[in-house]
């Protein structure tokens, strides 16, 4: 399957942690990107080809990958921190892009 | 800097078209591929289609052949999003967004602020 599948919603008290996956069977073979959505704005790029951190992007953002999952760690969660994230992934060859489904992270 | 500015909101008949424009700036216009990404109420993003602004080749995702058109005009910066027989269901906020030129990545490292777009009779 091409789909990527996140789970809807992660809820997280403020200072801990929060881990969003992001699974398909293509991620396997291709690097996955994240991005933070908050509402009403255009998604912002926090991590690049599985764990790179663009510049800007605070250090409690992080994304690890084995196999067909990938994760994305936000450690010491903050108010700020309250978005959907999706997880993206291409094939290379400019023919395939997809994202996944999208996770609501709430700060309890 | 770096700016990707699209076109207002716009408001459509069922079966008619619409084309959104994305006005670049501050890199080089024909360094980077241009991707148009749609997001419906509520949902979440769906990639459409790409533009090579060098040469004006293009792609599109398998829902949207037949109906999209993405062109460019070098002179201005400036790339297009066509979408024919428009339907309730492409009721959506239209993204562009800038290819980073990473050879080992596909990913978009730079968006416009989102047109959105309503189709209703």
């Known amino acids: 399957s091409d789909e990527l599948t996140q789970p809807p919603s992660v809820s997280v008290s403020p200072g801990q942690t929060a881990r969003i996956t992001c699974s398909g069977d293509?991620?396997?073979?291709?690097?996955t990107y994240w991005y933070q959505q908050r509402p009403g704005q255009a998604p912002l790029l926090i991590i690049y080809?599985?764990?790179e951190r663009p510049s800007g992007i605070p250090e409690r953002f992080s994304g690890s990958s084995s196999g067909t999952t990938v994760t994305l760690t936000i450690s010491g969660v903050q108010a700020e921190d309250e978005a959907d994230y999706y997880c993206?992934?291409?094939?290379?060859?400019?023919?395939?892009?997809?994202f996944g489904s999208g996770t609501k992270v709430s700060v309890l | 800097q770096v700016q990707l500015v699209q076109s207002g909101a716009e408001v459509k008949k069922p079966g008619a078209s619409i084309k959104v424009s994305c006005k670049t700036s501050?890199?080089?216009?024909?360094?980077?591929?241009i991707h148009w990404v749609r997001q419906a109420p509520g949902q979440g993003l769906e990639w459409m289609g790409w533009?090579?602004?060098?040469?004006?080749?293009?792609n599109s995702a398998q829902n949207f052949q037949g109906r999209i058109s993405v062109t460019r005009v070098t002179s201005i910066n400036t790339v297009y999003m066509e979408l024919t027989t428009l339907t309730s269901d492409d009721t959506a906020v239209y993204f562009c967004?800038?290819?980073?030129?990473?050879?080992?990545?596909?990913?978009?490292?730079?968006w416009g602020q989102g047109s959105l777009v309503t189709v209703s009779s």
């Open positions: 533009i090579n602004p060098n040469n004006g080749a293009t």
């Open positions: 293509v991620l396997s073979k291709y690097y």
């Open positions: 501050g890199y080089s216009f024909t360094g980077h591929y």
């Open positions: 080809k599985d764990s």
């Open positions: 967004a800038r290819e980073s030129a990473d050879t080992a990545g596909n990913y978009f490292d730079y």
């Open positions: 993206q992934t291409a094939d290379g060859f400019g023919t395939y892009y997809v």
